[in-house]
């Protein structure tokens, strides 16, 4: 492609600045800047419209670092000092909307000279705009300021990340022959059984009086019964397998947990799957390696340059992608938990099973490889688990542990056995129709639950959990 400087351009164009603009603009194609970056046209006129990232002024001409949002990479605006543009509005953070031509700086970097250019809102820096051009800031800083974030160069970059790997997660899906299916958000069921739901009632006393019953609490009125904000799509998910095949679900889930760690959210979203006929557990962790795999990779071949401006990785970081997964036992697990003790800064207390701390070790013990753990003992885990056939004490279950943040899926085979499932069933769970599932043509399966934000986590080495979704909720925090 031969190099032409904008003045060689501008001087071959011969411009009607009296021509009718509102018709120029119509009929010149509108770009972003992702897609104007892959096959250039120098020489084309353009459309652009973002907001300036950052501002150089020199004597005949304005710099402009124009973002749009559809990717890392910041677009070079000339502006001349002439134009009639509001020049002093031409401010980083303002918004504009601009219409000129496609030339190639002395480097051969694309750029834009701008023959039109109109702010369509100043950015008030003097009322305490919070980012200034160039600067970087700290994630915990960024925070203050959830309605602003998507403004700054990483955030966008992770929002974009995020938005490529759930349309992979779902592609995946669709290519190995699932049904997605949205499973209700508000339920009467507490599928975990550890009492971390959000109850739903009304915040409207007249209604609750209208619908009010004789004998029926407030917090039962509105659907005659005790409502709650997910924890898992899980149970719903097996009812529809039992009639549909292989099905998941992907959405909201909360957890009312008195904790602000860096991994815990109060609402997160969960990839939830389920699989009819399935009586072994080692065809449950291929397709959740397979599933991981394939979305990491679909990520590092069309989103790099994001994942860059999220965190830069060391080259052999997610080499992983290339390994198998390791599985062990839980039993195995504490073996080397214990062999490893002198590892840990608190004693090692195998009693209380094992702790995040633990979990991140033998991730890295293993090679920093996500690795799957398997065989746990049936009291540390929830009812629907089913029940090893040559040890009654342990379940058909696993967590996969990922690096630098422990456990990211959960899954198992469910218990088919109608007898035993009626027995741990919890007296007050309401689960009369969980168990006409095993009466009515039930058959075996098994599923598995996959944190998206500890995915992304794992991923783009993000540090805290709150900086992977937009608008984090946590224990005192609820703002917007």
Known sequence: MKKMGFRHIYSKI??????????????????????????PQIGNEVIMKGWIANVRKQKQHIFLDLNDGSTSDRLQVIVPSSLDCNIKDLLPGSSVRMMGFLTLSPKGNVEVFAKDLKVLSKCSTEEGYPFAPRKQYSPEYLRQYFHLRSKTRKFSSLLRVRSAAAFAFHSAFKDEGFTNVHTPILTSNDCEGAGEAFKVVPDNENLLKQMAKPKIPSDEIFFDRKSYLTVSGQLHLEAIANGLGKVYTFGPTFRAENSKSRLHL????????????LQEIKPLLKTVEGLIKKVTSHLLENNLADIHTCQELQKNELEWINKEFPILTYDEALKIIADCSSEFQEPVDLQNGIKKEHELFLVKYLGNIPTFIIDWPKDDKPFYMKEKSDDNTKVSAFDLLAPGVGEIVGGSLREDDLVKLSEKIPDNANLNWYLDLRKYGGVPTGGFGLGFERFLQAILKIENIKDTIPFPRWPHNCSM
Do not use: G, Q, V
């Open 266 to 277: 109060a609402e997160f979203y969960m990839i939830e799957a389920e699989i009819p006929f």
């Open 14 to 39: 011969n411009l009607n600045f009296t021509r009718n603009f509102k018709y120029f603009y119509s009929s010149l194609e509108k770009y972003d800047i992702a897609n104007l970056l892959k096959e």
